[in-house]
T-cell receptor, first 117, second 111 residues
Framework: GAGVSQSPSNKVTEKGKDVELRCDPI?????LYWYRQSLGQGLEFLIY????????KSGLPSDRFSAERTGGSVSTLTIQRTQQEDSAVYLC???????????????FGEGSWLTVV | EDKVVQSPLSLVVHEGDTVTLNCSYE??????LLWYKQEKKAPTFLFML????IEKKSGRLSSILDKKELFSILNITATQTGDSAVYLC???????????FGKGTLLTVNP
């Protein structure tokens, strides 16, 4: 696609429910990232995918968070038993590999705004 | 642990003013420093800096890196209302895929 696409753009859920957030990266981008941005905070790294594998899951806040990527394309971030502190904007990004090669810009989607009530 | 500190946290200027946004960092293994502009939700890429002293320019925006003193600045000249946004500084350190972000500078340009 033309850009990184995320859905839903907004989600309100009740505490304790599970949510799934979807990311469709730019076509051909092998690297995919999930970040979280809480109010007044910088972006916080969650997970990185290289193809379908996730060599670094260190940023996932707890075992309630999981992510997968299939076909080297679409990724889903799942939050189980949501808590109020999970409320944030979840941003997905993608790039060519390696991401620190000049020109291999990391492009962000518009994010999924999650509110847990 | 890598660390990025941006200042000021917020700034209000009038159209036509010149602004300088600051980013200082601590890093174990420096790879690159990046600047992003975030207007609504999606941060958009501005610059990637890897070498000291080489200014990157794009129109009215420019940025430079000092790897000895561990900081970068983003300059915006002749500001316009459309420059109003949060400007994010990010560091690529020990791993080439994980960016450490600062909290950003909220710039408001009034007509």
């Amino acid at each position: 696609g033309a850009g990184v696409s995320q859905s839903p753009s907004n989600k309100v859920t009740e505490k304790g429910k599970d949510v799934e957030l979807r990311c469709d990266p730019i076509s051909g981008h092998t690297a995919l990232y999930w970040y979280r941005q809480s109010l007044g905070q910088g972006l916080e790294f969650l997970i990185y995918f290289q193809g379908n594998s996730a060599p670094d899951k260190s940023g996932l806040p707890s075992d309630r968070f999981s992510a997968e990527r299939t076909g080297g394309s679409v990724s889903t971030l799942t939050i189980q038993r949501t808590q109020q502190e999970d409320s944030a904007v979840y941003l997905c990004a993608s790039s060519l590999d390696p991401p620190d090669r000049p020109g291999n810009t990391i492009y962000f989607g518009e994010g999924s705004w999650l509110t847990v009530v | 642990e890598d660390k990025v500190v941006q200042s000021p946290l917020s700034l209000v200027v009038h159209e036509g003013d010149t602004v300088t946004l600051n980013c200082s960092y601590e890093v174990t293994n420096f790879r690159s420093l990046l600047w992003y502009k975030q207007e609504k939700k999606a941060p958009t890429f501005l610059f990637m800096l890897t070498s000291s002293g080489i200014e990157k320019k794009s129109g009215r925006l420019s940025s430079i890196l000092d790897k000895k003193e561990l900081f970068s600045i983003l300059n915006i000249t002749a500001t316009q209302t459309g420059d109003s946004a949060v400007y994010l500084c990010a560091l690529s350190g020990g791993s080439n895929y994980k960016l450490t972000f600062g909290k950003g500078t909220l710039l408001t340009v009034n007509p």
